[in-house]
């Protein structure tokens, strides 16, 4: 069965950090474009970061660009997102997903809650 599991989400005060995992399993994990996606309750689901099969390319969203950095361990078939200085706008469902051309897995997500 084809899996990825979030994890790492919770409440953190403006400018705190968190760093979510998503461990995968039931795929060929190397061979898999890993993004990062959020939804906040009455927005469209957006593209947070992406990492390539090997890690050696990234991409950010404007908003988290200098603050969110993702990685992966290939060897360990797990992605990460580690946040800074969080903003009350970095609320929302944080969601994994595994891409090849024209196959995709999603994760069930993790809350990420910023507040003081």
């Known amino acids: 069965q084809v899996q990825l599991v979030e994890s790492g989400g919770g409440l953190v005060q403006p400018g705190g950090s968190l760093r979510l995992s998503c461990a995968a399993s039931?795929?060929?994990?190397?061979?898999?474009?890993m993004s990062w996606y959020r939804q906040a309750p009455g927005k469209e689901r957006e593209l947070v970061a992406r990492?390539?099969?090997?890690?050696?390319?990234?991409n950010y969203a404007d908003s988290v660009k200098g603050r969110f950095t993702v990685s992966r361990d290939n060897a360990k078939n797990t992605v990460y997102l580690q946040m800074n200085s969080l903003k009350p706008d970095d609320t929302a469902v944080y969601y994994c997903?595994?891409?090849?051309?024209?196959?995709?897995?999603w994760g069930q997500g993790t809350q990420v809650t910023v507040s003081s």
């Open positions: 039931g795929f060929t994990f190397s061979r898999y474009f």
């Open positions: 990492i390539g099969s090997t890690g050696g390319s990234t």
């Open positions: 997903n595994a891409a090849l051309i024209t196959r995709y897995y």
